[in-house]
């Protein structure tokens, strides 16, 4: 499986989270009879930032205070969010097996074996492929093959169709 380079914008978020892992854990906003800055600590260390001018609009203000912890809140909203997804997403291997229900029944019917037992069991004219594959249709109740890749009352009379065979498999 090739995987893809990261995007640009993917880099950046990797940038966001590089910095801020990188940074001092502890930020508090803090004010003295210079004014209002915002301090950094990891334990007993620690740092004056910046400052926050007094004459600044107090929404610049607010944001450059907040700046800090907004983006830490926001790295673990995002981080939530990718495994919420990742989560409600079904697997490849499910997907694969799933949409793989067509092909299977179109090799089912060139499977001599399953012929058999198509003509045995279901009493299949097995001819010529057009009157199996019409038979099958009718048999699975469906238009079409691809009936059973998207319903999933098809997909089963599908399952339990080769069920059947397979168990008539074993004592034939």
């Not at 640009?8 to 892992?21: E, H, L, S, T, Y």
């Not at 990188?22 to 400052?51: K, L, Q």
């Not at 699975?140 to 999933?152: C, E, H, T, V, Y």
């Amino acid at each position: 499986m090739t995987i893809a380079p990261p995007s640009p914008n993917q880099k950046r978020m990797d940038a966001i989270r590089r910095r801020v892992g990188a940074a001092m854990p502890d930020w508090t906003v803090m004010a003295d009879e210079t004014g209002t800055f915002v301090m950094a600590a990891d334990g007993p260390d620690s740092e004056r930032v910046y400052r926050v001018e007094d004459d600044a609009n107090l929404d610049n203000r607010e944001m450059a205070l907040s700046a800090p912890e907004d983006l830490r809140f926001l790295l673990r909203m995002y981080d939530a969010l990718v495994k919420h997804l990742k989560l409600a997403r079904p697997s490849e291997a499910s997907s694969r097996k799933h949409a793989n229900y067509a092909a299977e029944c179109a090799m089912k019917c060139d499977d001599r074996r399953f012929r058999e037992y198509l003509q045995t069991c279901h009493g299949v004219d097995t001819s010529d492929g057009e009157r199996i594959a019409t038979r099958i249709r009718s048999i699975l109740s469906i238009k079409s093959r691809a009936d059973l890749n998207d319903n999933a009352e098809a997909a089963g009379r599908w399952r339990k169709l080769v069920g059947d065979f397979d168990a008539w498999s074993r004592t034939h």
